[in-house]
Every structure is written in structure tokens, then in C-alpha cells.
């Protein structure tokens, strides 16, 4: 019986070894982003990364090659639920073809949370942190209405949007944008059912320069008398500026963006793009290690901005030419606080 008893004891130390073991064991989360280019994205990267390690949250971070590399985000989420993840913070670049592999994750009990773009539908996360994107784009398209002033209703609109599978912040921001301008935009929902004359047409851009210089040269042959150009973001702004510029047209025809990064303002300020609505990617991807945090630690579940189903991280307009009736703020300010 000595011997049973010491065998027993033996084994109920090991078993409380191996669970203090295991509670030892640092959470861990992943981070899928779109791309590792986009200055957007390296600055949620940096706030994940930064309150993940205030909070002793191991952090595996994964990114696509390009905007709408839907293959690369799959495998990384694949990779996540193997590794045995307590959440995943994912902006995607596919948000309906993302949608099953990410309910196998939430089938493991993993906490999903969207960052910046909504899935389609949004449930298919367990919370998003974000933008409001369509009231960022409806305060450009307000500010670029109130700029023309009467003009506005002989406007020559080029719009150069993310990609072809229209993600949700791509329909957010454009359709935002018309709203804001004063353009019945048919099914708020759907891009491109518009039939507003003032519509020259739209490109996609990838989200970055190169696409958005291609996407003006497209859109500047089609209609050279192009006057006004919303872009996804400030990439594809920087991208269309060179190409209106190479066509002597950089002085006549306004841009309007969304971000708010530190490039992007300095943008507003140089007379590169006319205004901007400022995002927080810093606090949204922080914000989303918080909450995994929580959920591991006693199944915390994210709550939403009352009235909303996300939790909005806030937006506001930048620019150097206050529109009466479109609240915004200064380029000084914006400066102080890009992204963050």
C-alpha cells in the first residue's frame, strides 16, 4: 500500500506539474494582414506587436504578397489553427471566400476578429474592429461637394477602387463617397449600378501606386476632362497624382482619400490630395489583442459601439480647406495623430 500510495502521489505531482506547465504557457494570437507593403498595415502590424508583448501575448503574424492574395490568407489561417491560437485578427482580402476557412477556426474555439474590413457577412467574425468606411467615404464626398460648390454638378468622377472582388471596404468607402457628393448610388450595397452621368467610370488599383497610376492613365483616356477622383486609399492616390501629373493635370482636378496615414497627410498638405479620412490601424489592431487576451483569460466576448455591429475605432477628415457643415480637422493635427 506504501508503494501504491507513493506511485499516486508521483503521479498527481506530475499531473500538477504539467498543469502549471500549461498555465504557464503564454497566449497565443495570430495577425493576417493584407500585405506587409502597405504602410496601413506595417502600422497595425507594430500596434499588435507592441501590445501583444505589454500583455505576454505571443504573436504569429502573416501577410498576403499583394492586395487580394485570398490563396496566401487561407493558408495562414490554416497555419493558426494548427498552431493551436486563442484568436485571429484578420483584415481580408477576400471577405466572402474567407468566410469558411475561418468558421473552422471559430469551430476550435479560436476568437475571430475582423480588423478594418467587415467580412461578408460581418457574423462571420466574432467581433470587427473598425472604421466606420462608409462614413469616411461620405465625409470626403460631402468635403469634395462643398469644394465645387456649384460646379459640382458638372463633375467628371474617376473612381479607383481595390479589386475586383469588391470587399466590403471597397463597397463601403465608394458608395460612402457618392452619398456624400449627392449621388443616388441604386443599391448602397452593390458598386457600379450607379447611373449618374458625373460617373466617368472606375479601375482597381491592388490598394497600392503602381495600380492607381494605371488606373488614372485608364480612366484619363477614356474622359480626359476628369475633375475629381476618389481613391480606396492613399497609395493609389500618390499613383493617380503621377499619372496626372505626366498628363498636366495635376493642378486642376482634386483627389480625395481615405487613410490618414503620416504619408498621406503630408499629402493633404503639400496639395496632393485635397482631404482625407484619417483611420486608427494602430488602435484597432491593439485593441484586438486586448480582446483576445480577455477571451483567454475567462471567454471575455468583444461588445460593439452602441447602435453598431462592430466597434468603431473612430474617423475623422483631414484637410487644409474647411468645408462649412463637413466637421474635420487640421493638417497640423492630423500629423499629431496619424495612425495612431
Not at 503521479?11 to 496601413?40: H, W, Y
Not at 485608364?218 to 496626372?244: H, K, M
Not at 471575455?300 to 462649412?324: I, R
Amino acid at each position: 500500500m506504501t508503494t501504491v500510495f507513493r506511485a499516486s502521489a508521483a503521479v498527481s505531482a506530475l499531473a500538477l506539474s504539467i498543469g502549471a506547465a500549461q498555465a504557464q504557457e503564454p497566449v497565443r494570437a495570430c495577425l493576417i494582414t493584407k500585405t506587409d507593403i502597405n504602410p496601413f498595415f506595417v502600422k497595425m502590424k507594430e500596434g499588435a506587436t507592441a501590445k501583444a508583448a505589454e500583455l505576454g501575448v505571443e504573436l504569429l503574424t502573416f501577410a498576403g504578397r499583394i492586395d487580394g492574395d485570398h490563396e496566401t490568407q487561407q493558408q495562414a489561417v490554416e497555419s493558426c489553427i494548427a498552431a493551436g491560437v486563442k484568436g485571429i485578427l484578420v483584415t481580408a482580402s477576400d471577405t466572402k471566400a474567407i468566410v469558411d476557412p475561418l468558421s473552422q477556426a471559430r469551430d476550435a474555439g479560436i476568437l475571430v476578429i475582423a480588423l478594418d474590413t467587415p467580412l461578408d457577412p460581418i457574423d462571420a467574425a466574432d467581433a470587427t474592429f473598425a472604421t466606420d468606411n462608409r462614413e469616411a467615404g461620405r465625409l470626403i464626398g460631402a468635403w469634395a461637394a462643398g469644394t465645387m460648390g456649384d460646379a459640382a454638378a458638372e463633375a467628371r468622377i474617376a473612381l479607383l477602387n481595390l479589386s475586383a472582388s469588391n470587399p466590403s471596404v471597397d463597397v463601403l468607402r465608394n458608395q460612402g463617397f457618392l452619398e456624400g457628393f449627392g449621388i443616388d448610388v441604386g443599391n448602397p450595397d452593390v458598386m457600379g449600378d450607379e447611373t449618374d452621368p458625373r460617373i466617368v467610370g472606375g479601375e482597381v488599383t491592388s490598394g497600392n501606386e503602381e495600380g492607381g497610376r494605371e488606373a488614372m492613365e485608364a480612366l484619363l483616356q477614356r474622359d480626359p476632362s476628369i475633375n475629381l477622383v476618389y481613391t480606396i486609399n492613399e497609395p493609389a492616390a500618390a499613383g493617380a497624382y503621377e499619372a496626372l501629373r505626366s498628363f498636366g493635370r495635376e493642378n486642376d482636378v482634386t483627389i480625395v482619400s481615405v487613410d490618414g496615414g503620416c504619408p498621406g497627410v503630408q499629402n493633404v498638405q503639400e496639395g496632393v490630395i485635397g482631404a482625407t479620412s484619417q483611420q486608427y490601424p494602430l488602435l484597432m489592431a491593439s485593441q484586438g489583442i486586448e480582446a483576445i487576451a480577455a477571451f483567454a483569460a475567462d471567454g471575455t466576448m468583444p461588445e460593439t459601439t452602441e447602435g453598431l455591429d462592430f466597434t468603431d475605432t473612430g474617423v475623422a477628415l483631414v484637410t487644409g480647406e474647411a468645408v462649412e457643415g463637413v466637421e474635420s480637422i487640421s493638417v497640423e493635427e492630423g500629423l499629431e495623430r496619424c495612425w495612431g
